[in-house]
């Protein structure tokens, strides 16, 4: 049973950078099978894509976010991290990891975690 | 980049009833389209992929159709645990972009 658990401060000050980590368990991200994303859904609002990486650590990022985001890959630990610099109240959002499944469609979600930037 | 839009943004129908959903491409992705169901405080689950293919376990109920710009999600016989936000997902090519949504509730 593959499982994605996010992990990181639920608090972040303004002007600072957000950092989250996802744990991957049931499936290997160094096979190579599948990409890896992280998405975002504010409160009440829809979902947003904010980017993917594969196990060579090659990324694909959203325009609306890559002058901020930063995704990277620890094979050796089965993980995969975000971070997102310079946040404002606007990237107040639940943080979800997914496993992505050609790189294409998110098969497997982590349970989401809240992310509050307020000072 | 490619927009997708949803309509309508909520609905309420009667356990029964047959619901369609519409979601638009602001261009052609022939059928890179995805559906995904989101219950109220759970992660968004996988119901349809390629515009109209099943994924295992999901109800006969639910089927996708649709090419181009243009798709559709019915539910043929509403159900209680259909409560939920549909949102499509276009995935021709990167950036993955979802539709803005649709409330589906019970009348």
């Known amino acids: 049973q593959v499982q994605l658990q996010e992990s990181g401060p639920g608090l972040v000050k303004p002007s600072q950078t957000l950092s989250l980590s996802c744990t991957v368990s049931?499936?290997?991200?160094?096979?190579?099978?599948?990409?890896w994303s992280w998405i975002r859904q504010p409160a009440g609002k829809g979902l947003e894509w904010i980017g993917r990486?594969?196990?060579?650590?090659?990324?694909n990022y959203n325009p609306s976010l890559r002058n901020r985001v930063t995704i990277s890959v620890d094979t050796s630990n089965n993980q995969f991290s975000l971070k997102l610099s310079s946040v404002t109240a606007a990237d107040t959002a639940i943080y979800y990891c997914?496993?992505?499944?050609?790189?294409?469609?998110?098969?497997?979600w982590g349970q989401g975690t809240l992310v509050t930037i307020s000072s | 980049d490619i927009q997708m839009t949803q309509s309508p943004s909520s609905l309420s129908a009667s356990v029964g009833d047959r619901v369609t959903i519409t979601c638009r491409a602001s261009q052609g992705i022939s059928n890179y389209l995805a559906w995904y169901q989101q219950k109220p405080g759970k992660v968004p689950k996988l119901l349809i992929h390629a515009a109209s293919t099943l994924q295992s376990g999901v109800p006969s109920r639910f089927s996708g159709s649709g090419s181009g710009t243009d798709f559709s999600l019915t539910i043929s016989s509403l159900q209680p645990e259909d409560v939920a936000i549909y949102y499509c997902?276009?995935?021709?090519?990167?950036?993955?972009?979802f539709g803005g949504g649709t409330k589906v509730e019970i009348k």
């Open positions: 997902q276009k995935y021709d090519s990167v950036p993955l972009t």
């Open positions: 049931g499936d290997s991200i160094s096979s190579g099978s599948h990409y």
């Open positions: 997914a496993r992505t499944s050609r790189g294409e469609l998110f098969d497997y």
């Open positions: 990486i594969y196990t060579s650590g090659s990324t």
